[in-house]
């Protein structure tokens, strides 16, 4: 156990030190062409993640995990969490926030399906879904171009 530890926190080290060593090669900025497609998963996150009235710990730990995942700059998690907050304010209009990434990828894209599973990921993190949850899965599954099968069925699909 005690290795697992030490290796879980050179990884950890690792992680911080690439990513230091990145922002010293981008000026911790975003490349442009990732710009629009953080700013609109982070905030569909933020919007489906405070449905339900509250951002639990457990959801909060996949939005931070997805972060690190995507290995942004300090400009990047910048925008990341601007846009994770309007969304969980409701500072954001789906159906604009929807247009924006739908400009960049088809409906029947393999990116938008990816999204949208994310978000199905993100509601599920609690272990459970509420009604307000679901609604706003549905809400944007539709305006991705998604039909209302195939949004039950990713839904239920990523039930616990």
């Known amino acids: 156990m005690a290795s697992e530890n030490t290796s879980a926190g050179l990884s950890g080290i690792l992680r911080d030190l690439r990513s230091a060593v990145g922002d010293l090669f981008t000026g911790g900025k975003l490349a442009e062409d990732r710009k629009v497609p953080v700013e609109v998963l982070f905030g569909l996150i933020g919007y489906v993640a405070k449905a339900d009235g509250i951002v639990t710990s457990h959801e909060a730990e ?15 998690l910048a925008l990341a969490s601007d846009a994770f907050e309007r969304g969980k304010m409701r500072q954001i209009e789906v159906a604009g926030e929807v247009a924006r990434i739908r400009a960049l990828h088809p ?41 209302q099968a195939d949004i039950a069925r990713r839904i239920e699909a990523g039930a616990p």
Not at 129 to 135: K, Q
Request: charge should be negative; aromatic fraction near 4%.
């Open 62 to 76: 996949v939005v931070n995990a997805l972060m690190q995942q995507m290995n942004l700059p300090s400009g990047g």
């Open 107 to 147: 409906v029947g894209s393999p990116e938008l399906a990816q999204l949208f599973d994310t978000l199905v990921r993100v509601a599920h993190a609690d272990g459970r879904l509420f009604p307000r949850e679901r609604a706003a899965l549905e809400e944007i599954g539709l305006a991705l171009g998604l039909d």
